[in-house]
């Protein structure tokens, strides 16, 4: 029965993808500042399906020029040669200290770390849990792995990267020499006899998404001594993007800082918000807008970005923030924020709808939960931080139907989730958060960026 009803969570939690009968393409009206730039996806039906597959691989020829040249104002030899973490604001972790009350009472052996960051969760748990014998991060981001390796060396981790294989999905781990060790053929990831430390730490390239696939493998590759694939005694998903990569202005997530207009959270993926804003449909800008942004005033929004790439391609943050505008009028928003002060910038939506496009953030999620779950030991737990409703929701539902329990009446995003049927079974897990735990007003005060985080968590029966 348990079988059962991951199969249907899988189902029921897969993204709605549509098909060429039901997005039609339609052709683009680009000037011709837009087609010099990107000329073979010019040539290309301009329409698109913005539920990227983390795992997919295949790409269009055209896509591919595309979105390399959407790399063209960002310095790589410049990037080369600096260290990008010398200039890396420090990341604070949200709900650190609730989280390792949910933790702290059950035995750790296993942790994974789904958005492993700056490793501020993990270290925490390394630190806490001495039991502590295997931990696996995932994370797209580069940055985010130079700096949780050196972290959790520091608490006395052997740190082991792994990659993906982009084909097959296998995870390859990295030995201290950086020959590749793939799975079946190298075993336990160099057998050096030099895993004395408390813990291993397997750092993994790859988006959370894939966690089913990489843990089952990491299983079987390597040499510690506890499983891995549904032996996981505690599991974190801190879901939305991090501090230390809205500070750096040159990944392009913040209105705030001028720079290159990007938004990915793995450099190397192929698409870019420069990209999406140059060469997307006005109406699809303006789909995506609505529904990943919430945004009241979308189609004035699309319809400026249209206008304003017409004169010339948007390449930057800062031109982007002036294409937008205020179209709500008077105050940030259009109104008013709480005690009177002004609302969000009115770039704020737009920035978020465009980040979770390009990066295939809800997606990543619905993906997730199914797998996470199925991952956990009996009394795992899995503790997940949202920070947007859209997150909230599908974090909320997931929770629901795996704890067996009538769906909720809220709205669910049709456009992520195709839930029409209901499905009963036996209860997987248990909720342990009947409404989501928030961060103190001290916390809030001391890091204003966690006051939108709610934390849900459940253990696995």
Sequence with gaps: MAKLLITAMSRRLAPLRHTTSQLQPRPCSFSKSIYSRYPSFYRTPCFVNYHFSASSNSRSRATSEAAT?????????????????????????????????????????????????AGGHASRVVAQHPELETLVGFDLDPLAHKLAGERLTKHGSHVIPVTVDPKSGIPNLINENKEEIFGGSGGGGGGDGKR????????????????????????????TSTPIYGH???????????SMQVD???????????????????????????????????????KI????GEERYWKSI?????SAREESPILTTHQLVKAIGNPGGGGYGG?????????IHPATRTFQALRIAV???????????????KALAPGGRLAVITFHSLEDRIVKWAFRQAAGMAPTDEPLPSYCLPFDERIEGEAMVKILTRRPVVPGEEEEKENPRSRSAKLRVVERI
Excluded: C
Excluded at 197 to 217: C, K, Y
Excluded at 232 to 240: E, H, K, W, Y
Excluded at 335 to 343: A, T
């Design 69 to 117: 040249a959407s790399q063209g104002i960002r310095k790589q030899k410049q990037q080369d040669e600096q260290d990008p973490a010398d200039s890396a604001a420090p990341h604070v972790p949200v709900l650190i200290e609730e989280i390792m009350g949910f933790f702290q009472d059950i035995n750790v052996r296993v942790y994974v770390d789904g958005t492993l960051g």
């Design 196 to 223: 004395k430390s408390p813990s291993t730490a397997l750092l993994v390239r790859s988006n959370f998404a894939a966690m089913g696939t990489v843990l089952s493998h990491l299983s079987n590759i390597t040499s």
């Design 232 to 242: 996981v005694d505690a599991m974190l998903l801190d879901l939305g993007i991090s």
């Design 248 to 286: 750096l202005s040159e990944r392009g997530f913040s209105f705030i800082r001028d720079g290159p207009l990007d938004m990915r959270m793995d450099p190397e993926a192929l698409i870019s918000a420069e990209l999406a804003v140059n060469t997307w449909p006005e109406a699809q800008l303006g």
């Design 289 to 292: 807008i609505k529904e990943f």
């Design 302 to 306: 699309a319809r400026k970005i249209a």
């Design 335 to 343: 109104g008013k924020g709480k005690n009177g002060s002004k609302g």
């Design 359 to 373: 990066n295939g953030e809800l997606q990543s999620v619905s993906e997730a939960i199914p797998a996470a779950v």
